[in-house]
């Protein structure tokens, strides 16, 4: 367990110095597909193949011993962790974790980094090794990202990625705008994907391309090259972070039919390199790709020791600004998606949908999308506007509203500066897949999407998500009043903006 040496603490608390795819379901009226990305791979794809091949002397990570029903363990706080995903870690329940920890307020959100707790922990077999690979803010597409660029790393190296092309939508790519590309869309590090793609295929080390297309172990004719062999990663390595970041990711199979449940006091993610790798290969290689000799040596080789002045991106008590509804005051909008993928399939589960009364299919409206917050448009392009709410111009830093399916005509400008409730742009079915006009609305701070639900759900006007038992599913509550998801309930579902 590596500790940081940064504290962010509660409000009024003292410093503490410590540290396959997924099947896509037709909505009637709104139903949306961020983007036609990949999820699990298919059942009868073949396994990658074993690169590279196990050290000689390799030793077998090492596990914890059982402990005691209920006994007590020591854990330091990591970044993201809050009390909901901590009880499903340690098998434990949220009301034991508080009466063990009376200082924790009941208003709590996200835990501070370095605050030390004790959990009560109720063993279950087969937990995973307790190595962490890397820490959480350098998987994010975050503040430590800021100013490093990515095509002239790469131009720094003789490797493979120096000279390749690739065709994309808009002409032909490098590999450095295309890791860049995947990065922004998913929230990943480049830094990860060019150590993943040296580990893998020797993309910076070796000038001869490798005899695959296959560049990250993915051998599915349908994901041929760097750019859908990184979606497929991206998408695989969210489901693993966001999983373990909500805790709903308890245990998964591993290639060879072994169950691996993540020890209790891992990292997002160093889950979600395990989660990613577990798709492609058996033990030991498994065991080596996600142990100190594997890809974290890979990573250090090229950045240094990632645990080195680790800074935490999500601080303890963090708290949504104040968000208005997407839509313009009087108006009356459907609520049509729950909690669900924010970009790609599967998780973050960041995201829900509005559409317009009245509008059905992809007709066109003259209805508007609305700023949800003062800010700053940072990224206008075909069914996007990215809102920047601490207006600096960075994506990865601080609070960020994502907006999807916004038409192209008459869409605000990047560059224009917005205040809340002044308008974005039209609903439409532009961008991603969509069978219906309408938006979908995500957030993101310091990077790292944030789940529309939970300790730091959504709250519009008082109006406070809640997810329900499949993705799309959900609802929206204010005082007693409660209202249900439905792309098909048409009046059943409306909310009135600014009553």
Not at 408 to 417: F, N
């Amino acid at each position: 367990m590596r500790e940081t040496n940064k504290l962010l603490i509660f409000g009024g608390w003292k410093p503490i110095h410590s540290l396959n795819l997924i099947l896509i379901i037709g909505f009637l009226l709104s139903g949306c597909i961020p983007a036609p990305d990949p999820g699990e791979p298919l059942p009868d794809s073949p396994l990658a193949e074993a690169f590279p091949t196990p050290a000689a002397d390799f030793t077998p990570i090492p596990t914890r011993a059982p402990f005691q029903p209920g006994e007590l363990v020591d854990y330091i706080a990591q970044t993201g962790d809050t009390l909901p995903a901590l009880e499903s870690r340690f098998n434990t329940t949220e009301a034991e974790i508080r009466a063990a920890n009376p200082i924790i307020p009941q208003d709590a959100t996200s835990m501070p980094p370095g605050f030390p707790m004790q959990i009560p922990i109720y063993y279950q077999p087969l937990w995973g090794t307790p190595y962490q690979s890397i820490p959480d803010p350098l998987y994010i597409n975050g503040p430590a990202q800021v100013g490093f660029n990515t095509t002239e790393f790469i131009n720094q190296h003789e490797g493979w990625l120096k000279t390749y092309l690739e065709p994309g939508f808009e002409g032909t790519r490098n590999a450095g705008a295309t890791i860049d590309l995947v990065a922004r869309n998913f929230s990943i590090s480049p830094r990860l994907f060019l150590a993943m793609l040296e580990y893998q295929s020797q993309g910076l080390s070796n000038p001869a391309m490798p005899d695959t297309i296959y560049f990250l172990g993915y051998q599915n004719t349908n994901y041929k090259g760097l750019y859908l062999q990184l979606v497929w990663a991206a998408n695989t390595l969210n489901n693993g972070y966001y999983g373990w970041r909500d805790g709903r990711l308890r245990e998964f199979e591993t290639s060879d039919g072994r169950i691996q449940r993540p020890d209790p006091w891992q990292n997002a993610a160093s889950v979600a390199l395990q989660y990613f790798y577990s798709r492609l290969y058996n033990s030991p290689l498994y065991d080596q790709i996600i142990g100190a000799g594997g890809l974290a040596q890979t990573y250090a080789s090229l950045y240094g020791d990632p645990w080195q002045n680790v800074e935490a991106h999500i601080p303890g008590s963090l708290r949504q600004p104040e968000l208005v509804l997407p839509f313009e005051n009087g108006k009356a909008w459907n609520y049509t998606g729950g909690p669900h993928t924010g970009w790609g399939l599967g998780e973050p589960f960041a995201a829900i949908d509005f559409a317009p009364a009245g509008v059905s299919g992809c007709e066109l409206t003259s209805e508007w999308a609305v700023a949800m917050a003062d800010g700053l448009v940072i990224r206008s392009e075909p069914g996007i506007v990215v809102l920047d709410l601490d207006s600096d111009g960075q994506e990865g830093t601080g609070w960020v509203i994502f907006y999807l399916h916004i038409a192209t005509e008459e869409r605000a400008r990047a560059g224009q500066v917005i205040q809340a409730g002044e308008r974005i742009g039209h609903p439409s079915c532009e961008g991603g897949s969509s069978t219906g006009t309408h938006i979908h609305v995500a957030r993101k701070y310091n990077g790292e999407w944030v789940l529309a639900d939970g300790p730091l759900a959504f709250n519009l006007e008082g109006w406070v998500a809640a997810r329900g038992t499949q993705a799309y599913r959900g609802t929206l509550t204010r005082y007693s009043r409660t209202v249900t998801a439905s792309t098909s309930a048409e009046g059943k579902s409306l909310i009135k903006a600014g009553e």
